[in-house]
């Protein structure tokens, strides 16, 4: 295999007390595999992609892009989201294969020579699976299991305990960037884009600097957009939901006509089975409207084809 070059994209938000530790590891690993005989590594840039972070995140990656001429560092106008500050990085990329990792060093940089040997062997895609979740709380293990759950129930294909640490070849990446979609789930399009793919499990520590910047919040939303950027299988539940209703209170309603006309002198039924149905019928009506809003919105978002992200200044050109 011929020489090749490698970007590593990481997106970063609020991270000044981080970068300056974990940049330099970074550095230092990568110029060893760029050293390392095994592989055929001859150059490699650091994309440091600052999501409109509100402390000193960017003079900090200004300072980095100075001092090694392989930190590059890309700013967007605004916090655009993990998801799309990682695309941001993807567009900068021109080396022959990307990695992408976070800031923290969560991931084991480790494993980056297993993909890039992956690479050697002609294999498009390289991605990083946690194989065990112990840093993890228990709370966060068992709603990513019930989340994996309900995706396969929706039908959606996702790697499990993959996240977006993950090997791309140029072409595997031209295939991803071919999607415009602003709802972005990396994660979900990868198994759609077809390759030859490789699991790589490894052990993801605990975030011992900075803390976590996925807020309750940002969760639900990624979570939310991977079940319907994927699947119309919330609205189908939503129909059968409704057409199960509309049979059972046809049903009722002719039982209840026939008792009236049979037996006219039977009691009228009280107040529970009046105002229970109701609220029932209420809070199924509120939730179908809820889905079908949550897919209008995305559709909405979609025709309108805003920016997914927008670079402000970068460190270097090309
Ligand atoms: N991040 C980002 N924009 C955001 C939130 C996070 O670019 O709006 C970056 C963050 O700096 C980190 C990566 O995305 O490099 C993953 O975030 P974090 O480590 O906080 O998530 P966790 O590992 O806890 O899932
Ligand atoms: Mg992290």
């Not at 989201?81 to 990085?89: C, P």
């Not at 790697?159 to 994660?187: G, Q, T, Y």
């Not at 002198?265 to 409207?289: E, M, N, R």
Request: glycine residues 8%; aromatic residues 6%.
């Amino acid at each position: 295999m011929s020489d090749y070059a490698l970007d590593l994209v990481v997106p970063c938000y609020n991270e000044e007390d981080v970068l300056p530790q974990t940049v330099p590891v970074m550095l230092t690993h990568l110029r060893s595999l760029a050293a390392d005989p095994e592989l055929n590594l001859n150059r490699f840039r650091i994309l440091l992609v600052n999501d409109g972070s509100v402390d000193g995140t960017w003079p900090v990656i200004e300072a980095l892009a100075r001092e090694n001429p392989e930190v590059v560092g890309v700013r967007l106008s605004r916090n655009f989201g993990h998801q799309n500050a990682l695309l941001a990085g993807l567009h900068e990329v021109t080396a022959d294969v990307c990695v992408s990792m976070d800031c923290d060093l969560q991931d084991d940089i480790g494993v980056i020579k297993s993909m890039l040997l992956v690479y050697q062997r002609g294999t498009d895609l390289a991605l990083g699976v946690r194989n065990d979740r112990s840093s993890d709380s228990s709370g966060k293990r068992r709603t990513a299991n019930a989340y994996y759950r309900l995706l396969s129930l929706m039908g959606v294909r996702i790697i499990e305990n993959h996240a977006d640490f993950r090997m791309m070849s140029r072409r595997a990446l031209a295939a991803l960037l071919e999607h415009s979609e602003v709802n972005l789930f990396l994660r979900g399009l990868i198994p759609t884009l077809g390759f030859s793919v490789t699991l790589i499990p490894y052990k993801r520590m605990s975030r011992t600097l900075g803390e976590t910047k996925y807020t309750l919040r940002k969760m639900i939303r990624l979570a939310i957009d991977g079940v319907t950027s994927f699947s119309i299988a919330p609205l189908r539940a939503v129909a059968i939901l409704g057409t199960c209703v509309f049979a059972l209170s046809t049903g009722a309603g002719l039982y209840f006509l026939m008792e009236r006309l049979l037996n006219p002198q039977s009691v009228t039924p009280g107040w529970a089975s009046t105002v229970l149905p109701l609220l029932f019928l209420g809070g199924v009506q509120i939730l179908s409207i809820g889905v079908l809003g949550e897919y209008i919105g995305k559709i909405y978002m979609e025709v309108k084809r805003r920016p997914r992200f927008i670079i402000q200044e970068r460190t270097k050109d090309g």
